[in-house]
């Protein structure tokens, strides 16, 4: 199975700051990566497939990045709506396989 | 808009069985290939099972492989899990999701699978 970890597990950071998180694969998934955000006791939504085409209606402030083994999602400038769990997800084999996941909280 | 609608959820007994169901509309549904994800109390997000748009071809994690089918009726807009011999360890939200086989693209609310006597 591919392993996906993220990093950092969780970021502290103040509306209006620019975000990265990291997402590395075990082995090379080509762009066939996945991201997603999802807040306390709802349903993860899809921001970004392929790396880093934005899925329709997600604002441009999200952007994502890599290929091979080693991805990033940004946060250009945080707003107060984006405050959640985000996860990297590869679609290059199965089983399909996530990351553990990135809380982003308020400083 | 697209919704999608899980029922079924509940107390399963371990070594028992359950069936979880998924209605889908605003699309589609026989366009589409579907999948089940769940998410254990307070942790990731784990795939289960996936299955084409036809349900001609299904898909499952090693975790649940044997224990656990996937369907579908097109007819009905409906996709389904049958989970048998359940563990401790399928405890979960489990959320149906429209699947383009690389990405979750849709997801539903998800329903709580508790197993424990």
């Known amino acids: 199975d591919i392993q996906m970890t993220q990093s950092p597990s969780s970021v502290s950071a103040s509306v209006g700051d620019r975000v990265t998180i990291t997402c590395r694969a075990s082995?090379?998934?080509?762009?066939?990566l996945a991201w997603y955000q999802q807040k306390p006791g709802k349903a993860p939504k899809l921001l970004i497939y392929?790396?880093?085409t934005l899925q329709s209606g997600v604002p441009s402030r999200f952007s994502g990045s890599g290929s091979g083994t080693d991805f990033t999602l940004t946060i250009s400038s945080l707003q107060p709506e984006d405050f959640a769990t985000y996860y990297c997800?590869?679609?290059?084999?199965?089983?399909?396989?996530f990351g553990q996941g990135t809380k982003v909280e308020i400083k | 808009e697209v919704q999608l609608v899980e029922s079924g959820g509940g107390l399963g007994q371990p070594g028992g069985s359950l069936r979880l169901s998924c209605s889908a509309s605003?699309?589609?549904?026989?366009?589409?290939?579907m999948s089940w994800v769940r998410q254990a109390p307070g942790k990731g997000l784990e795939w289960v099972s996936g299955?084409?748009?036809?349900?001609?071809?299904?898909f499952y994690a090693d975790s649940v492989k044997g224990r656990f089918t996937v369907s579908r009726d097109n007819s009905k807009n409906t996709l389904y899990l049958q989970m048998n011999s359940l563990r401790a360890e399928d405890t979960a939200v489990y959320y149906c999701?429209?699947?383009?086989?690389?990405?979750?693209?849709?997801w539903g609310q998800g329903t709580l699978v508790t197993v424990s006597s």
């Open positions: 299955i084409s748009d036809s349900g001609g071809s299904t």
């Open positions: 082995q090379g998934i080509s762009s066939w």
């Open positions: 392929a790396a880093s």
């Open positions: 605003g699309f589609t549904f026989n366009s589409y290939a």
């Open positions: 997800q590869q679609g290059n084999s199965f089983p399909r396989t």
């Open positions: 999701a429209r699947w383009r086989t690389r990405e979750f693209e849709y």
